[in-house]
């Protein structure tokens, strides 16, 4: 009887157990987050940062800056895109390096948002940040899909083991990581 029981609690236990979700596996469920009109974008991908430098190292660039001076930032992924899918469509301005007009764009490769509660602080450090990246402006209040809230200050640690720590290192740099601050050389 114990061991038909201790069975019963196993199976009931495998699976019947609440399933916690973790966005770092593959499907996780939508995750979905009203985002108030004012809050900022920073795109991902290629047809948004047609501004001569280097897109996606810089938009990484920026939100380390950010995150380095308190301001959180959202990562925006939908659940269950396919390669190249798009993670939100939303009315929208390109408020940074210049003003644009306002259009409906598809946002893609998990772009960034910055809330609008956070858009005072950001504004300064997006401008010192050189405004060599592209920042669109939301115009409409829209549920999105979050798959993280970003609060941790990264820092890069580049190691010399291969003998290519300079081209690591370059890059990081081009990206506007700052030596000594979000980067670390190892020898």
Known sequence: MRWVTARVAIFLLWFA??????????????NLELIPSGSL???MDNDKHNIGVNFNTAAYGLATHLLHADIPVKWSIAAGKAKDG???????????PSSGGSAVRNFRGGPFIIHRDFVALA?????SFGNNVAVYEL?????????????????????????????????????????NVHLEEVA
Do not use: C, W
């Not at 798009?86 to 940074?96: C, E, G, L, M």
């Not at 504004?123 to 401008?127: A, C, D, H, R």
């Not at 798959?147 to 890069?156: A, G, Q, T």
């Open 139 to 179: 115009e409409q209040n829209l549920n999105i899909d979050i798959r993280y809230d970003l609060v941790h200050k990264p820092k890069v640690a580049v190691f010399n083991d291969g003998g290519n720590a300079k081209i690591h290192r370059d890059l990081m740099l081009d990206a506007g990581f700052v030596l």
């Open 86 to 96: 798009i993670d939100f469509t939303a009315q929208s301005r390109q408020v940074y």
């Open 123 to 127: 504004t300064p450090v997006i401008t």
């Open 17 to 30: 157990a609440p399933a916690f979700a973790d966005p770092d596996l593959p499907n996780p469920p939508p």
């Open 41 to 43: 974008i920073i795109p």
